[in-house]
């Protein structure tokens, strides 16, 4: 299994590109599910994610092909089977994404509950109650969800509330109501720029889509939806881990071809952290002009509050933060994994609950540590590049899940970081 060995080498200094957001891609890639025409994708990022979500649209018949790097074709008209198995499902629980637009377009759906995860339960209940507001028949049978569309195959709009904001239950959703007959209003609906971006590209399809990005979306069912081209939008996440990394390491880092309006929330608290930020359209600095930075209070919330995906980074800030930092996890329960690893860096973290509270440490030692999840890893990575010694980061395919060219980005910013493939 890969590792990273990581040395911590004082500030990280230069500039990097921003891929194309994972978790944009993947309902995007799922939407041509929807259409017997091709769906063109471009700025596609090279993850391990986006390679499942290719192997479940190839394992149910859809034609697949790569013009270019970052580059996508989709061709569902061939489609043999509207299966997602547990092997596939069980590595990314986003699979659940073709739910909406399987049963919409095809009629039926036969998709493998994703189980436990690392970060909590996290059900998908309010996806299933909506389909079923829509006229779907739902059964769970087998540990897979089976829905029908009713008589005549087609679902129908709907008025649903969610009563929790959940990101990948509104794109089923909005993918859904494209094809149903009449009218669907979504409310509580959430409101990240992922939502926004796959309204953006099923619009492009033909889609009748109104209020992405507000907390009521509005879809017109059409008939059929149509060939299509999307660029995805850049990654909000990734770019926000890099800013975080340089500041942590009292660096400065640039961040090109991404979009600062996205990412309000998480600049704010580098500001807070004694961050000089600067942006324009399509990019953001941090400079942290050689100081070590200062303790932030977070609360994580749906956008645009703070996004629980930056938790674990700016925990690792604060490990090394002057001052206490308080964080408070309130998306998902058991997101605090990375504390531990972090501790034994020599992190002193206190929790309570869904609540930490961090007392930053002017160093970290060097230990051997082991990812949990995708963003946990992101944040040992940081404490890895400010701690003392060569760190070793045990299962970083967690971390190969969701960015891209790891190792070329952190090198870039003149990171030391080895990706090695032995027991130690
Ligand atoms: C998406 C993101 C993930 C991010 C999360 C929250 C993708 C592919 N993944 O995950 O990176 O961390 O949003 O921003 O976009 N819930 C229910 N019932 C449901 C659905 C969700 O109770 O049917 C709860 C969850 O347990 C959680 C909360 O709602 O507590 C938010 O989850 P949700 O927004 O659905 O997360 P994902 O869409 O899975």
Request: aromatic share 4%.
């Amino acid at each position: 299994m890969d590792k990273f060995v990581i040395a911590g080498n004082g500030p990280l200094r230069g500039v990097i590109d921003a891929s194309g957001a994972k978790n944009a891609a993947l309902p995007i890639l799922c939407a041509a599910l929807l259409s017997d025409e091709p769906l063109h994708v471009t700025n596609v990022p090279q993850l391990w994610d986006v390679n499942t979500t290719r192997k479940l649209l190839l394992q149910m018949g859809c034609a697949v092909d790569e013009p270019a790097a970052h580059e996508m074709v989709i061709d569902a008209r061939p489609i043999t089977t509207c299966v997602a198995p547990y092997e596939l499902v069980r590595t990314m629980r986003a699979s659940i994404l073709v739910l909406g637009p399987l049963v919409a377009a095809r009629g039926e759906a036969h998709v493998s509950l994703p189980g436990g995860c690392a970060i909590g339960a996290r059900p998908v209940d309010l996806h299933l109650m909506g389909l079923e507001a829509m006229g779907a028949e739902i059964t769970l049978e087998g540990g897979f969800v089976h829905a029908k569309a009713p008589k005549g195959g087609r679902l129908k709009g709907a008025r649903i509330v969610f009563d929790t904001v959940t990101v990948t239950g509104t794109e089923n959703l909005m993918m859904a109501a494209t094809l149903a007959d009449g009218e669907t209003v979504l409310e509580n609906a959430a409101r990240e720029p992922e939502v926004v971006d796959l309204a953006r590209c099923l619009r492009a399809m033909g889609a009748r889509i109104e209020g992405d990005g507000t907390t009521t979306i509005r879809v017109q069912g059409v008939a059929k939806l149509h060939a299509a081209k999307h660029s995805v939008l850049p990654d909000r996440i990734e770019t926000g881990s890099y800013l975080v990394a340089g500041a942590a390491t009292r660096g400065c880092v640039r961040v090109n071809r991404t979009d600062p309006t996205m990412l309000d929330a998480v600049l704010v608290k580098l500001q807070q952290a004694g961050g000089k930020i600067s942006t324009g359209p399509d990019f953001i600095e941090v400079d942290m002009q050689g100081k070590r930075p200062l303790a932030v209070n977070i609360h994580t919330m749906p956008h645009p509050g703070f996004p629980t995906d930056m938790q674990a980074q700016m925990m690792a800030l604060n490990c090394l933060a002057d001052g206490v930092g308080v964080i408070k996890e309130t998306i998902f329960e058991n997101r605090f994994m990375h504390a531990q690893e972090l501790q034994r860096l020599g992190a002193d973290i206190r929790i309570e609950g869904n609540t930490a509270v961090i007392t930053g440490k002017d160093r970290l030692q060097s230990a051997p540590i082991m990812a949990t999840d995708l963003r946990a890893s992101a944040s040992l990575v940081i404490a890895a590049l400010a701690a003392e010694g060569e760190t070793f980061i045990d299962r970083i395919y967690h971390m190969d899940r969701g960015y891209e060219d790891i190792e070329g980005k952190f090198s870039a910013l003149g990171a030391k970081i080895k990706r090695v493939n032995k027991l130690i």
